[in-house]
């Protein structure tokens, strides 16, 4: 586990493919929650859990979020601050056309 949140940490410089998404998904799970939306106006997407992980040696915060998709768990990195915050306070359109639109195009490269 030591060695996946290393992996981690340098998200926005590497692409995970061999790494398994499941295992991403449990390292997440581990990071502290900051907000979880749990949708009602969607047929497909179910929730969307967002995690935050303070990096002290980078003194930066890495985002993190983790979809419920027709019952499947999908995990998403390095999702800006602005484009969660988009998501969860924009009042046009449904939870799912607002997740294609600020976190779908995060979705992690792993398998």
Not at 74 to 93: D, E
């Amino acid at each position: 586990m030591k060695h996946l949140l290393l992996i981690l940490l340098f998200v926005p410089l590497i692409s995970f493919g061999q790494i398994k998404c499941n295992d991403i998904i449990d390292t997440v799970k581990t990071f502290k929650v900051i907000h979880t939306d749990y949708t009602n106006d969607s047929s497909w997407l179910q929730g969307v859990t967002f995690y935050e992980y303070y990096d002290n040696q980078e003194l930066k915060k890495l985002f993190f979020a983790i979809a419920k998709m027709n019952s499947k768990e999908y995990v998403f990195c390095n999702i800006s601050y602005y484009n969660q915050f988009q998501y969860l306070n924009a009042f046009n359109g449904t939870s799912g056309e607002r997740f294609h639109k600020y976190i779908f195009n995060y979705k992690c490269d792993c398998e």
